[in-house]
């Protein structure tokens, strides 16, 4: 496509050179250099002239969405990194403070590391994770970074250099080989970061093998993306983009379904032409496009947006798959929304939908015994209880019963909620045990309280 924007990526290093930098105050870049240091920072030419809105800068969502900001540091761990920037400290002495201050915010939520990483004859699986019965997460070794980073990503610790927390794996015949064992998969999910990064090759070598395989019980391949957002021309202009497309439509072709799990956060992600380009061109090789994405103080607390975002998709052929709650890892004192004003926001704008639209299920919390849905808040006997039930769960039996909670304005995770009625525990919790006490080497039972 004619005038499509060169790919240029900006960070800690370069941010300054960005043109509508030189209208933004002093504050604002001090504030950028000090908090870019802890969390990562990185954002490209399509976003800076495509999605933000300069003339509504610092408060602008799509500003917030890539652009490190002031709050989502606490108070006493801002002052002490830009104490040490104003002094113009060595840089060890700053990668040392901000490592000391990434580890008091969570950097590995709801067991990611520990808890899910299979095993095949004995041998961990490094670069996958299975948690839920269908699904196989993959990590694809060349996939781990972005086109931009979402300031609320709780995938935050794999693009600041905490390389232990790093999945990644080249090893796609021995993803091959664990689904021959493991028949009851049906999905394979790609994640990272954003494996649209990967060449179309790399892809290839990923994706061949599994249509190459004889794999019956592999149904669905889905990749997780937000490139349709941050960089559009990974499907129309980039050098390979014709060759992606031609394996996208080879996936289709093989018998399997091929969904991306597209990540848009905010409706104006979805108004740029390349964005709607690249979304034809995708749903033209087969592929399905699922739509998520978190609800986050600051960028997408309000319904009227919600209403907005998941009525463009639907108008381009997109499906609305989940609304998550922000982790409780990295900013989530920035970014979360408590509980029941999360499903205040989800029924609100659930309500202004078409049918077509109601394809979407949330608030949904990926915490470590599954994904927890906020059905909403009911009466009981006289009491008022929160109604909860799981989505995915690591045990199939879990899913789809009905649990109660006390009622609590100010919970923002399943962490903060405490059994309705009076109960010491919640249905799942002696199953979540006998679970930790089966991966006894690895278990961290302070990952869920
Ligand atoms: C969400 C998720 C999946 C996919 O779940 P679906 O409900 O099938 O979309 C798989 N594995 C993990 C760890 C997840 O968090
Ligand atoms: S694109 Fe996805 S993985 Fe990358 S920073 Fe954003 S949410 Fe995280």
Request: aromatic letters at 12%.
């Amino acid at each position: 496509m004619p005038g499509a924007t060169p790919y240029k990526a900006y960070s800690l290093n370069n941010f300054r050179d960005i043109p509508q930098m030189a209208n933004l105050s002093d504050e604002i870049k001090f504030d950028i250099q000090v908090v870019g240091h802890v969390l990562p920072f990185k954002t490209n030419s399509f976003v800076i002239d495509h999605l933000i809105d300069w003339s509504n800068v610092p408060d602008d969502p799509l500003f917030i969405l890539t652009f490190p900001q002031r709050g989502m540091l606490l108070p006493e761990h801002y002052d002490e990194m830009a104490a040490l920037v104003k002094s113009g400290a060595k840089s060890s002495i700053l990668k040392a403070t901000a490592n000391r201050i990434r580890m008091g915010l969570n950097p590995h939520p709801a067991g990611q590391v520990s808890h899910n990483v299979p095993t095949l004859e004995g041998d961990s699986l490094d670069g996958m994770q299975h948690k839920y019965r269908e699904t196989v997460l993959f990590f694809p070794s060349n996939g781990q970074t972005c086109h931009a980073y979402c300031s609320f990503c709780f995938r935050w610790p794999q693009f600041v250099g905490m390389a232990e927390l790093k999945f990644a794996s080249k090893e796609v015949e021995r993803l091959v080989v664990y689904l021959q064992a493991n028949p009851q998969v049906t999905d394979v999910l790609f994640t990272g970061g954003d494996p649209m990064v990967m060449n179309a090759r790399h892809l290839a070598a990923y994706i061949e093998p599994l249509l190459a395989a004889d794999l019956p019980n592999l149904r669905h391949i889905r990749i997780g993306t937000k490139s349709l957002s941050f960089w559009p021309y990974r499907f129309l202009t980039d050098n390979d983009s014709d060759e992606l497309l031609a394996l996208f439509r080879k996936v289709s072709e093989s018998g399997k379904h091929l969904a991306l799990m597209a990540h848009f956060n905010h409706p104006r992600e979805l108004a740029p032409e390349p964005v709607k380009q690249a979304i034809k061109a995708i749903r033209d090789t087969g592929a399905v496009i699922r739509t998520q994405s978190p609800l986050l103080a600051h960028i997408n607390d309000d319904p009227a947006l919600w209403t907005e975002m998941w009525n463009a998709q639907v108008d381009l052929g997109c499906v609305p798959y989940y609304m998550f709650v922000a982790r409780d890892t990295g900013a989530q004192h920035y970014f979360a929304v408590p509980l029941i004003r999360a499903w205040e926001i989800f029924r609100e704008a659930y309500q202004r939908v078409s049918g077509l639209g109601r394809t979407v299920r949330g608030p949904s919390m990926s915490a470590n015994p599954g994904k927890v849905q906020v059905l909403g808040v009911s009466e009981v006997q006289g009491q008022k209880v929160m109604v909860l039930r799981f989505i995915q769960g690591r045990d199939p039996d879990w899913i789809h019963r009905p649990f109660f909670a006390k009622y609590d304005e100010q919970a923002a995770w399943l962490n903060d909620l405490k059994p309705a009625f009076g109960e010491p525990h919640f249905f799942f919790e002696a199953g979540l045990e006998s679970f930790y006490r089966e991966n006894l080497q690895t278990a961290h039972s302070e990952d869920y309280e």
